[in-house]
């Protein structure tokens, strides 16, 4: 049938974000990604931007360059190491999944540690008639572009 062509990277995987993610949290694996409280509900992203932090820090575990490992858009030793991209990726698999919701966006201003906290939502039904939180993160011109090639995350 549709095979790929001799050479080609292989598709990228089909991935369901909130059991990978939640196993994620709960493997302690990555610094920083932790949950809030003892149901499990919330949990804590380390968000650094990355213009803000020195090389040394996180740079090869993260979340995000496993996210991106995960659904084939990196592959180490073959692709260029685009820690941004992978950030970019997960921000939009997070903000088009009806199993997560953006409950803090951090501090506004420069503080040492930034994060966000997100909430893994029951039956993957997001809370529709809730209003987003006042600083929900709206994504900029450059943000939406960079969410029309993440087709990380299936409309479920």
């Known amino acids: 049938m549709n095979q790929p062509a001799p050479g080609a990277p ?6 369901r974000l909130k059991p990978w993610l ?3 949290v709960n493997s302690c694996q990555y610094p920083g990604l932790q949950w809030v409280n003892g149901e499990r509900k919330f949990f804590y992203i380390p968000w650094r931007h ?6 040394s820090q996180d740079g090869d575990n993260t979340i995000f360059k496993a996210w991106a ?26 903000n088009k999944s009806r199993d997560f919701r953006l409950i803090y966006d951090g501090p506004r201003d420069m503080p040492p540690q930034p994060y966000k ?11 529709t008639e809730s209003q987003p939180p006042e600083d929900y993160n709206v994504c900029t011109e450059e943000e939406e572009e960079e969410e029309k090639q993440c087709s990380l995350a299936p409309p479920w």
């Open 50 to 55: 990355a213009t803000r932090h020195g090389p």
């Open 69 to 94: 490992k995960e659904t084939g858009k990196y592959t180490e030793g073959v692709d260029e190491a685009d820690p941004a991209k992978w950030k970019a990726n997960l921000r939009c698999a997070l």
């Open 117 to 127: 906290i997100y909430e893994v939502c029951s039956n993957g039904s997001a809370p």
């Open 22 to 24: 939640v196993a994620q």
């Open 10 to 15: 292989p598709p990228p995987r089909r991935v």
